[in-house]
């Protein structure tokens, strides 16, 4: 079997995290991307130099069609909706969400919302088999494209394995890297600045919690690298002195940045699955996310659930998190997450490509 995979999208957030651990688990034997970027993560796979940004007219026109059929390829894996419009072999597609067509007050144009409908749409009826991250997208992808169920094959995402509990003397050094008093308690988001992640409401909520001169709230990620909009937010509500914007993280960092925090916040609207909420949960940090979409089915039993709309209703578990964080036991949370691997999504993964 030899298995190709379009791997333009492995430097960005949550697709980005699914590509490269398939990657890294050694799913695949053609790779379509940027040569120098993908030999971060695997030397061992042919590579097909493919550049075009992802959404549009170029990357159909782009597609190394004549490259790719030359290869033989016996599946084509597309790990997002944006599938080639003339390709002709048996293609495997893998639909996150459905964010997009939810939300379309959140695209830049009416266009972008039809180039997404048509585009999943097609996706639906062109692939010979549809993968999905959760079984809330399955049903999404059901109700909204009439897919028969069995089309569609459920595979979990996983938490990497570099995401465990450390001690505090390993991670003192980012108290004076990022500015962070000791003796406030910390909360921290991880993500992008995505209207659907909701970020103004956490902002509105953090504002409201009482001794909130107590508290700081990081932002991490590179969406809080530079000014941003939410900066006039924090200025109008009084708590920019409260908020850090720590923005781009290694991952080395980014672990450590968990198993600092008290408490991790994931207020978004919609989510294909959520996988900072398994990260945290990994270096045995309490959470608190969304009671929308897929979150419920990631995080279980062990989270705590707001609703993302209800911004006294985020501010009081908020609180009540803070004043009880005794009664969170660390090995919990840390041996649920582990019932996401990554193995085991690259096994299921081929399971469900050699069945074709």
Known sequence: MKIAVDARMVNMSGIGTYIQNLLKNGCYDILLGNKEKLEKYSKQEEIIEFNSSIYGIKEQLKFPYKELKKKKPDVLHIPHYNIPLFYRGKMIVTIHDLTHLIFPQFLPNKFAYIY??????????????????????KKDIIEKFKVKPEKIEVIYNGVGEEFVEKEKSEIEYLYSKFNIQRDKKILMYVGNLKPHKNLETLLEAFSKIEDKEKCCLLLVGKAFEKYNILEEKETKLNIKENVIHTGIVSQEELVDLYNL????????????????????LACGTPVICSNTSSMPEVGGNVVEYINPYDVEEIKDKIQCVFESLGKYNKKDLK???KKFSWIECKKQTMRCINNL
């Open 116 to 137: 997404a409908n048509f585009m999943i749409w097609f996706a639906t009826k062109r692939a010979e088999k549809i993968i999905t991250v959760s079984e809330n997208t």
């Open 261 to 280: 925090a008290d408490l991790f916040v994931f207020p978004s609207l919609y989510e294909g699955f959520g996988i900072p909420i398994l990260e945290a």
């Open 335 to 337: 041996s649920y997450s």
